[in-house]
């Protein structure tokens, strides 16, 4: 049974900062095609970051240049490194993953065969 199993999330300023982690049980994870998203109450669920089979990554152009994708295959964790966070980043974020190969990052919900419970990004002025 596969599990997505997120952490990091919390209460923060905004301009901090956070790490969300995704570890993953249950699939063979160095080509785990991933992503990240995230919902904003009464808003859809959008992508933020994906990473394909073969490690190349894909930030969405919403967050270039303070969020960070980065997948450790030595402990089975997707990481998202968050900066310079504001007010509007608070939302529920969520990791998921594709069973199968996937030959480019992507970022449509659809594609996406498993999902985690999320955790809560809440940011503050």
């Known amino acids: 049974q596969v599990q997505l199993v997120e952490s990091g999330g919390g209460s923060v300023q905004a301009g901090g900062s956070l790490r969300l982690s995704c570890r993953v049980i249950g699939y063979p994870f160095r080509a785990f095609c991933m992503g990240w998203f995230r919902q904003a109450p009464g808003k859809e669920r959008e992508g933020v970051a994906s990473?394909?089979?073969?490690?190349?990554?894909k930030v969405a152009d919403s967050f270039k240049g303070r969020f960070t994708l980065s997948k450790d295959n030595t402990e089975n964790t997707l990481w998202l490194q968050m900066t310079n966070l504001k007010l509007e980043d608070t939302a529920m974020y969520y990791c998921?993953?594709?069973?199968?190969?996937?030959?480019?990052?992507?970022?449509?919900?659809?594609?996406?065969?498993?999902w985690g419970h999320g955790t809560q990004v809440t940011v503050s002025s």
């Open positions: 998921a993953g594709v069973a199968g190969y996937c030959d480019g990052p992507h970022l449509a919900r659809p594609l996406y065969d498993y």
């Open positions: 990473v394909d089979s073969v490690g190349t990554t």
